[in-house]
């Protein structure tokens, strides 16, 4: 059997976050009642023109540098003509030959292996409404169109076809995903689909330079179904090859339920979508300092802060992977280092106890109710010895569930450690009085009964002693 | 006195010293609609109750002392291409006939913060593609002077109403010469300004990169009062021009002395009525008398402009037309089968022969593997028509010429050969490709037809225009002229 390699290149959509819509002034805001997110602009009315929204642009051109992208003096938008209910015009404002930025690159790591990625391009347009069916489409007595979707700003993110496994073009995605978070331009939400991905596969004999032919996989709505969906799309095609067909042009969809991809036309049923420039919009000429001024205006992306990360807080590389993932988790790591400074201590907390409560609660780091601050403070009391490593614990969960600050939650729940001598003497006293049958076991060279009398004096004191101090007063006791 | 017939600035003294009310006009311009509208049928739509409730409410404020624009409780028709809030906008079209926008056309609000009195809405050839008026899905209008003929097109409704006294003035939307033919048709005054003058929000597109609102009026002094009110930069057309407009009025100076004027001589050859010419011909003396420079010049690529103008409009209109689909507004087909059967059988039965004609085209200019061929080498030869026109203006104040090659044709004489019916078009064309704006102003009558001269000026050269077209209309009485 020959050898394959898989030729993968990814088409990735972006919904920019701004207010409002890309050429009228409706909201964007997800999750509305049907169609109240509209007006006669994104409705497509008859003698309705579009205006475009500066923001989009700029977000655009944002993502573009972000990408390493050249972005363009001379753009314009161009109309993509087909016909669709969830399309009110009937065309989709798109951009056709001459994107908003083209040229970039981002970095992947995979099994320890640097890659470079090239990008094509990064275009701009409006998005499709959305059609309710009951049941299936086929099935369904009537549709109903909901059009709060249209005409909210997106960028299309075209890669070169340089990925070669499922591995490769999830990282490459997952990279994507990151940097663009870190721009702040969009939430990537793959479930609200505010992050979308379509995946252009062929294989090819090992060696061999030309491309073989491509399939388009679509409806791949995870990191895991991406993975799923190209793994198989190239296992389906090598298989084709080695029973010596060939391989159709064609696009198909990737059914998570079956666990397959399956034809949805033909390079013959393919559109043919009659691009020519839109009239109604005017060619933007984009200015080389207004393009500067959004470049100096760029947040550090996700390789630049990993580095740092590394080599500012002495982070081991995995670390600082993990903390830099997203712009938000790495925020709050560096606000609780800078008020506490002890990096790889915080580290442990993020990506421990904090990274296990927000799996459990299912929360993101935005979201959590503790606040980098009051880890940091929390900290501090484990530091000075006011609480316990083991209860610290505790008092992260109450904070994790409650928002309360450490002080308060040790002052509630009484958590407070006692490193008082006297008073816990007072217990150890106590204790080896009760239990004669330990005290003579030790004595008598068992030195892990030890263990039996400080667990003893922690159960007394509800576990606030001074773990360190019942130890060292037990074996003064003990050893008079 | 017959108030239908006076003009705005007449009107407007007579309103400003309580000679008449607002009501009383709009009454008057609705006795003649009532009179002759049976004959003309400009109307797609009257708003008469609307109309009497504005004008009321113009005098009200008139009487109460409020500073009032110039404009106000002036009565002004539209072309039923416009849209307005909740009156029917059909586009003289089946697939449109019951659509209400939910919204006004930059335009109308302009007019409604002039206080103007909107009488209705005008016929024209259906989504404004036909040169006579006898494309709307609808009737066609008649031309005042003979009603067997035809008022020219497509804003056939607005001239013959403003010629038939059914209103003051009206608006009009030019793509090819769809306000400048039927003005020379109907002898009134019809302007198409600048691409970018005036907004296009609004107006229902045909060929967005071409289509432009302009006035109909009885005389230049009234198209420039009108220019001022719907021209300026409306931030919902990103292509409106953001510019200082002038009191148009303000040129009106009868003063054209050392003007230098163009004739081309593309417009004066093969193909120009004879009787046409001579009106030409005689209004060049009537500049000449008055100290104007007036030579022949050439803008080459002309013949190149109908066919140019054949691929882009359409390609453009292909696309502009998609929406109408049946799903969501107007017409929809009963009965289909499916989604695409639906969309197929709506457009089938709503849209006419011309519509599909003009879709078909441009469908295929824009189609792989033809693109280059057609539209892409049509915006070149546009380029070209554009680099005629500076030429031109490097030696010339303005252009001159006939806005059409013949005068009113009759009905059903061209309509089975869309070719000829094309070709009344060729003097107005170029203007449209190139962006700029011209004129249609009465300039004679033959065999009982009114002919129209066309001035074209440079881009935001409205101005001029209407100076020279000013002195022409102060030294002759065409425009005076009344179809019988």
Redesign the interface.
């Known amino acids: 059997m020959a050898q394959y390699e898989a030729v993968i290149g990814l088409e990735v959509h972006v919904e920019l976050k701004t207010n409002t819509k890309i050429f009228c002034h409706s909201g964007t805001e997800f999750g509305a009642d049907p169609n109240h997110h509209v007006c006669?602009v994104c409705?497509?009315?008859?003698?309705?023109?579009?205006?475009?929204n500066k923001k989009v642009v700029e977000h655009a051109i944002k993502a573009g540098l972000a990408l390493n992208c050249q972005i363009a003096a001379f753009s314009k938008f161009d109309?993509k003509?087909y016909?669709y209910?969830d399309l009110?015009?009937?065309?989709q404002i798109s951009q056709y030959d001459l994107p908003i930025a083209e040229h970039g690159c981002l970095e992947i790591n995979v099994n320890g292996a640097d890659k470079r990625i090239g990008i094509t391009r990064v275009h701009m347009e409006e998005d499709a409404g959305k059609l309710v069916h009951q049941g299936t489409i086929s099935t369904t007595p009537y549709s109903l169109?909901d059009y709060n979707r249209t005409g909210v700003p997106l960028i299309e993110i075209v890669s070169e076809p340089d990925m070669r496994s499922a591995d490769e073009a999830v990282a490459y995605l997952e990279k994507l995903k990151a940097i663009i978070q870190y721009t702040g331009v969009s939430d990537c939400k793959m479930q609200e689909g505010s992050l979308r991905c379509d995946a252009n596969i062929s294989v090819r004999p090992v060696g061999q330079a030309e491309l073989g032919t491509k399939a388009e996989i679509k409806n791949m709505n995870s990191f895991k179904a991406l993975h799923k969906a190209v793994s198989y799309e190239i296992e389906r095609q090598i298989e084709v090859l080695e029973d010596g067909e060939k391989v159709v042009q064609e696009t198909r969809t990737w059914d998570e339920a079956q666990g397959e991809t399956l034809s949805m036309r033909s390079k013959e049923e393919a559109h043919?979508y009659?691009?020519?420039p839109d009239?109604?919009?005017?060619p933007m000429v984009i200015a080389r300092d207004w393009v500067e001024e959004i470049r100096a205006g760029l947040p550090e992306l996700p390789d630049e802060r990993r580095e740092r990360f590394v080599s500012a807080y002495s982070l081991p590389e995995y670390d600082a992977t993990v903390l830099t993932g997203t712009r938000e988790l790495a925020d709050y790591y560096e606000q609780c280092v800078e008020l506490y400074n002890n990096p790889k201590l915080v580290s442990n907390w993020v990506m421990g106890d904090l990274a296990r409560m927000m799996n459990i609660s299912g929360q993101e780091i935005k979201n959590v109710r503790i606040s980098p601050a009051q880890l940091a403070k929390m900290l501090e009391l484990l530091d000075n010895g006011t609480i316990s490593g083991k209860i610290a614990k505790t008092v992260f969960e109450e904070m994790f569930n409650t928002g309360k600050d450490p002080g308060q939650v040790i002052e509630e729940k009484e958590l407070v450690q006692i490193s008082d001598a006297g008073l816990i003497d007072k217990v150890v006293v106590e204790v080896i009085a009760a239990n004669p049958k330990s005290v003579e076991d030790y004595r008598a060279g068992k030195e892990k009964a030890i263990g039996f009398l400080v667990g003893q004096v922690m159960k007394l004191t509800k576990g606030k002693a001074n773990p360190g101090l019942v130890n060292e007063l037990l074996k003064i006791k003990l050893d008079k | 006195m017959q108030l239908h017939y006076l003009t705005a600035h007449q009107l407007h003294d007579m309103l400003v010293s309580k000679q008449i009310s607002a009501e009383e006009l709009t009454r008057a311009v609705f006795d003649r609609i009532e009179q002759v509208e049976e004959k003309i049928r400009a109307y797609v739509t009257l708003t008469q109750e609307r109309a009497l409730n504005y004008a009321r409410l113009v005098d009200k404020a008139r009487l109460a002392g409020e500073a009032l624009p110039l404009m106000a409780g002036i009565p002004v028709a539209i072309k039923d291409?416009?849209?307005t809030k909740g009156v029917r906008?059909t586009?003289a079209s089946k697939i449109?006939y019951n659509?209400i926008?939910?919204?006004n056309?930059t335009v109308i609000e302009r007019l409604n913060e002039a206080r103007t009195v909107m009488v209705g809405k005008t016929n024209l050839d259906e989504f404004a593609m036909g040169s006579s008026c006898e494309n709307s899905a609808f009737f066609t209008t008649c031309n005042p002077w003979d009603t067997n003929r035809v008022p020219g097109g497509s804003s056939g409704g607005s001239a013959a109403a403003v010629a038939a006294g059914e209103t003051i003035l009206a608006l009009g939307s030019d793509t090819g010469g769809s306000i400048r033919q039927p003005a020379s048709f109907c002898g009134v005054v019809g302007m198409k300004p600048t691409y970018g003058a005036v907004s296009?929000?609004?107006?229902?597109?045909y060929?967005?990169?071409l289509d432009q609102i302009g006035p109909f009026a009885r005389d230049v002094t009234d198209c420039a009062m009108l220019l001022n009110v719907i021209c300026g930069h409306d931030?919902?057309?990103?292509?409106s021009v953001p510019y200082d407009v002038p009191d148009y009025t303000a040129f009106l100076t009868g003063d054209v002395k050392g003007v230098k004027i163009g004739v081309p001589r593309e417009y004066m050859g093969e193909g120009i009525d004879p009787a046409v010419k001579e009106v030409i011909k005689k209004a060049i003396d009537v500049y000449t008398g008055l100290g104007v420079v007036v030579e022949e010049t050439t803008l080459p690529h002309t013949e190149y402009a109908l066919p140019a103008y054949y691929l882009i409009a359409p390609?453009?209109a292909?696309?502009n037309l998609?929406?109408?689909?049946g799903?969501?507004?107007g017409y929809r087909a009963k009965d289909a089968g499916d989604?695409v059967d639906m969309?197929m059988q709506t457009r089938s039965e709503g849209f006419g022969a011309e519509v599909k004609r003009r879709i078909m085209l441009g469908?295929y200019a824009?189609?792989?593997g033809y693109?280059d061929a057609y539209?892409n080498k049509a915006l070149k030869v546009r380029t070209l028509i554009k680099t005629d026109f500076d030429r031109a203006f490097e030696q010339f104040d303005l252009l001159l010429g006939p806005t059409a090659p013949v005068t009113s044709f009759k009905r059903g004489e061209k309509v089975d050969d869309p070719l000829q019916m094309y070709m009344v078009d060729i003097c107005t064309l170029a203007v449209n490709l190139a962006g700029i704006p011209a004129i249609s102003i009465p300039a004679g009558i033959v065999d009982n037809l009114p002919v129209g001269l066309q001035l074209i000026g440079r881009p935001f050269g409205e101005g001029d225009i209407l100076r020279a077209a000013h002195a022409f209309e102060q030294n002759t009485d065409y425009h005076c002229k009344l179809p019988e």
Request: proline share 12%.
């Open positions: 006669p409705l497509g009315l008859p003698g309705v023109l579009p205006v475009v109309r003509n016909y209910p009110p015009k009937n065309y169109v043919d009659r691009y020519f009239p109604d919009l005017a | 291409n416009m849209c906008t586009c449109l659509y926008p939910p919204y056309a296009r929000y609004g107006l229902v597109a060929a967005s990169s931030p919902l057309d990103s292509t390609a453009e292909s696309s998609a929406r109408y689909d799903v969501r507004y989604l969309f469908t824009l189609s792989a693109y539209y």
